[in-house]
Structures are given as C-alpha cells and as structure tokens.
C-alpha cells in the first residue's frame, strides 16, 4: 500500500518534503501543485506532474495526503482551511498564539466534508511540543523550559536587512551555556530573555555604509534585539556566502520537578535537536504525520488533530507487532 | 471526576505510585492490595484501606483503574493476565524479550472481559521506547543509540552479593563520555559493549575475606561484567549506607540520521534522563497512563496497549483546549 502525496508549495519546505518522500518507501510523490507558472518549477522527483494550484481540486482523487507548505503570516491561514474541504491536509502552521484559531476554522472544514487535517507539524510546534506535554504529565511538579538555537532565525535576518545601507544579513539565536547548567541543575531558576540566549549578527553593509549607525540601530530595535546582548560583525558578502550559507537550528527542552512524599527527589528531562537543515527536519516530521493522517483517514476518524492527539505508533512504517518487539 | 487507583504490591513502586497520585488532584488512591498480613502495611495515605490481594476481586467495583507493583520476572507474567478479568491496569513489565508474549497474554483476557490494559509503562520500556519511535520515524535513514548510567543496577548488584564473603554491594552503569560524543557527532559510529559503558562497583567484604579473589570473580563474570571494563572498591558497611544508599538512575537515547536528496545534512536527536529515584520516577509515568487507561476505559476502547498506543493528549490533566493554547 503506497500513500500518494500531494505538496503545494515548491520552496524550502516543499522540496524538504519532496526528499523526505524519497527516505519513505511506503510515501510517493504524486504531484506538486504550485502558484508559479507550473512549466517554470523544475522538482527533483522524476515523471511526477506540477500543476498550477488552481488545478488542485480537479486531482483531489489522486492525492490521499496533501501537504501544505505555506508560510504561516499568510497562506496557511486560508489555505489549510480552503484544501481541507477537498484533502486530507497536513500544515506546519508555527504561529503559537493564533493556533487555537486556526485549529477551530481548520476543524469545522474537515468535520464537515469528512477529511483528516493535521496541522502545527514540526519541531516547534511539534517534537518539542510532545516533549513538553509528555514531560509535564510524568513531573506534575515541575518547571519548564524551551531553548532555542544554536541557529538561524529568519525573521530577525530580515529585521536586519530592512534597516537602510544593509544589503544582506544573517541572524543567530545562541542559548547561553549559564543558564542551560543551571536548568540542568534542577534548581528551577527564573531566567529572563537576557540570561537565557544572545544574538549574534553578521551583517554585509553597503560600501561606505555608517557602520556605527547599523550596529545600534540593530542592538536598540525593539521586540527584536533591545532585550538581549547582541554582537555585530561585519563581513563581506563573499563571507557570508561562504560560511553562512546553511539554514541550521535546534534547541532544547528542559523539564525539571520533585517526586516523593516529600518532594525529596529531582529529575531532569531532557530532549535537544540540533539539525543541520531546519526546513528538511520540519518536513520529516510532516511525512511521518501524512502518514498518520492517512491511516486515521482509512479509520474515518475525521476532524483537526495536532500532534497530541496522533497515537505514536500510527507514525511508525513498521506494524504494532514489530514495533512491540523492536522498539518498546 | 476523580479517577480511583487501586495499587497492587507495596514496594519501592508501589509506594512511589503512592507519591505519584499525591501529585496529581484527579487520581486518588482508594486501596492497597498485598501478599503480606494486610495489618502489617502501613501506607503513607490516610483513611485507605489495605486489603489482602485474595480480597481484590471483591473490591472491584471500588476501583478505576489497578495498578500492579510486581516484579517482572515471576509476579507480572500471571499477575496482569489474572487481574485484567477484573481491573483495567497498568504494570511496568520491562523483560524486553518476552514483551510480545506478555502483550498476547494480556491482552486475550482483557479483550474477553472489556477491559484495558496498559503493560511496560515506565522509562524504558516506556519513555525511552516513545523516543525510539518517534526519532525512528521522523529520521528513517540513521542510527540508534541508547545508553544507561549513571545509574544503580539492581540485578548486577545482586550478582555480587552472591559471590562468597561478598556482605554487600552496590553497582553503577555508567555511560562513556567519549562514545556519547561520537554519537552526537553524527558519525554513526559501531560501538562495541565495552566502548558504551563501564561498571563501578562498592562491595562490603566480610573481615578477613580473600579481596582479589572477590574483584576478579566480579570482573570474570560472564553476562554481567566480563565484556566491561569494571572498576571494584571494597568500602565498609556504614560508607555503602551514607554514599550509596539513593537509587539514582537515568541515560539517555540519541538518533542521528541524514535528510537531504542526497542525505547532505545530518541531525542529531536526542533526550536524556537523569533521575534521583528510578522507582519513583517510573511510579511517575505510571500514573499519568493510569489516566489515559481510564479515558480509553469510558470510550470503549478496550485490550491491551503499550505506551506506543496512547495519544499524548490523554495522558494530560489538561484539556485538549488548554494544551492547544498552552503547550503546544
């Protein structure tokens, strides 16, 4: 039995899939559908069809899973709810304070024209989401916390390169070693934004550019840098083509609490990534999840899920009974 | 909605489960069942009763969902088929190899009487299984890895106190630095069984006893020792009891693999234990699939499952609303 896949939208995240397919034998690409030209996408895959996106219904009998790969600001909020009408869905939608919003509209879609959607796969929402809900049901007393990096933030680049005279920029999050030790600890520190990660920028001016000026408006901007200790280099653009070129990320998630009838005894949880591609480990975890859609699809057990609701052994390729004897 | 625990067997686990549920408002303990004079328990709870396990038929109606606190070598393999004519219940077997056994046992008589149950709840099998499938699934090209330690071994230090004059003896697991760092390194390195842990061992000799007779009994044992590299101390009765009287335990489970179209990035996945009190850390798991086994008791969903079975969701005190918006 093949699961015939569908991925709309052809970027970082939609080519991660499309290679994720390619791990997965029961996975097969089936087609790619696109808002480009569809004879100007060129995929990895060969013989597999690229449709313009406006075709996507006419081939909802092909596709059992389809796998959107919109940014969160503004696709998946009218794309997941729009293709769940016609597909079983899976997103990545990563905007954590609108996601009960997205889930609500995403459900009363799916509800109603019995399909499975799936939506925040990922590592953050996602694996990191799991081990907290895991960590917080075996330690009820406790304290979390959520680490972030060493890697490459895309929204603080971004805030770097609107800034005048900067012509490109690269933004690392880099969680502070003191502070990871003391959650290690058990020891439940308070940690403030400060304490907890630094940023680091490395930032191509234009010739003759006011470096002075670029720092400060880097280290002083708002939301994005003001709460942190922040460091400028500046690099040529040869330089960061070279060394900075990689979309790295990763991250921990610490859970420490006290059991006993007296809280005597301390425990850490502890659960780290460190990826070498942010978008391809994104889309792993979403082709394990376009898995699980399909079997509860198969089931008929309709409706938006999130990763809590999806039984871990519905991820696995393997049957319940080598997973019982190979992997419990 | 208060969900009523019965434990079964009041040792380390049982009265770690004790704690457990002292932690969690919506379990409560309603009966300890045990092989010894019923009279001569006495529990840490208040106003709950302590029964002989012959009277746990009769109580059964008193109880959601029981909690069986027995060994793994001869108390679970009859105790969990037996009791799940009555009970729903959740046990801790952890015999690796006879798994697949157990489940078919279980759950042959838990399907015939419309009950659920939930075997090998714990770390590992248990969390650490949780984390095999899941970086299993997510990476399904790259390599497994667990490790143990530091920690006590209780069946290695067992296997000493056997030996002639051997009075008393503690044995630590302990995991070697330099392989934890080759596998985080991506490398997928071939680690033998000497290269991945050492054993540190403290014996109490009985006076005047033949000491390098003892280390080398201990360093030649086959199955235990004799593939390690095993360092022995010889310490008195009241240093065992001041240093190495906890019953600390932990380690960790790391995946790495490749993505990539032609598997250029490399990921490491990783989650670690490191835990004060093996019994009641495991005690700790075991309470929170106590709550997922009384959920899938009211829907029906009966037979028996492992930690592989469960939503993450049911596990949770929390609604799935509240989980949504807090923690995913």
């Known amino acids: 039995m093949t699961i015939r896949i569908g991925i709309l939208g052809y970027g970082n995240l939609g080519r991660g899939v499309e290679c994720a397919i390619r791990q997965n034998p029961d996975l097969q690409l089936a087609a790619v ?20 996106v406006d075709e996507a219904q006419a081939h909802k009998d092909e596709i059992d899973v389809l796998i959107l790969c919109g940014g969160s600001a503004t696709d998946l909020p009218t794309q997941t709810p729009a293709f769940a009408q016609w597909f079983n869905v899976v997103d ?10 997205h889930f609500d509209a995403v459900d009363a879609v799916a509800q109603k024209n019995g399909k499975v959607a799936l939506i925040s796969a990922g590592w953050d929402p996602g694996m990191f989401s799991l081990n907290r809900l895991y960590a917080n049901a075996v330690l009820p007393c406790g304290a979390d916390y959520t680490f972030w990096g060493k890697g490459v933030s895309q929204g603080h680049s971004d805030a770097i390169r609107r800034i005048e ?9 880099i969680p502070v070693d003191a502070a990871l030790e003391a959650v290690r600890s058990g020891s439940q520190p308070n940690l403030s ?6 940023r680091e920028c490395f930032v191509v001016a234009e010739e003759g550019a006011d470096l002075a000026r670029i720092e400060n408006e880097i280290k002083t901007m708002p939301n994005y840098f003001a709460d942190y200790d922040t460091t400028v280099h500046f690099i040529s653009e040869e330089e960061l083509k070279k060394n900075h070129n990689g979309i790295p ?12 009838w007296n809280e005597e005894n301390t425990h850490v949880i502890e659960y780290s990534l460190k990826l070498d591609s942010n978008p391809e480990f994104t889309s792993s975890v979403i082709a394990a999840y376009a898995r699980a859609v399909y079997r509860l699809a198969q089931k008929g057990d309709f409706g938006c899920k999130t990763v809590f609701d999806i039984a871990p052994a519905l991820l696995s390729a393997q049957s319940p009974e080598e997973l019982r004897a190979h992997m419990l």
Not at 165 to 173: F, I, L, N, P
């Open 92 to 101: 990545s939608f990563d905007t954590h304070a609108t996601i009960p919003a």
């Open 249 to 260: 990320h990763g991250g921990f998630v610490i859970r420490t609490g006290k059991t006993g």
């Open 193 to 198: 934004t400060r304490e907890k990660h630094t």
């Open 33 to 52: 559908f696109t808002r480009r030209n569809p004879e100007s996408v060129k995929i990895l895959t060969e013989n597999v069809p690229v449709y313009s």
């Open 165 to 173: 005279c900067v012509k490109d920029a690269r933004q690392y999050t």
